[in-house]
Nanobody
Framework: QVQLVESGGGEVQAGGSLRLSCAAS????????MGWFRQAPGKQREFVAF????????NYIDSVKGRFTISRDNAKNTVYLQMNSLKPEDTAVYYC???????????????WGQGTQVTVSS
């Protein structure tokens, strides 16, 4: 089992920045792919980004490319999502998730955090 806890959410004005963190505990010895997903009110949860164990591969949804950066520190069992140039449409609950495959498919992630709210005001 892997437990994931997100932090770093909050409210920011459009154009601002936030850095989300996701701390993993439990069975962290496995080389998990870590992903970030988000769910806006009334919408389905969607993929945002993932990063492989080594950090050699990352992938992003088109709408965040050039603005968001995913990274990880395996020594600290933590994955980050640096979000710059935030837009009101980025408002959502952000979740981190763990998986053993490099995929953007939500249904292939077996471990999830509880989520952290990000609100971007115009």
């Amino acid at each position: 089992q892997v437990q994931l806890v997100e932090s770093g959410g909050g409210e920011v004005q459009a154009g601002g920045s936030l850095r989300l963190s996701c701390a993993a505990s439990g069975r962290t010895g496995s080389r998990y792919v870590m992903g970030w997903f988000r769910q806006a009110p009334g919408k389905q949860r969607e993929f945002v980004a993932f990063i492989t164990w080594s950090g050699a591969m990352t992938n992003y949804i088109d709408s965040v490319k050039g603005r968001f950066t995913i990274s990880r520190d395996n020594a600290k069992n933590t994955v980050y999502l640096q979000m710059n140039s935030l837009k009101p449409e980025d408002t959502a609950v952000y979740y981190c998730a763990a998986n053993d495959r490099a995929t953007a498919r939500l249904d292939e992630y077996g471990y999830w955090g509880q989520g952290t709210q990000v609100t971007v005001s115009s």
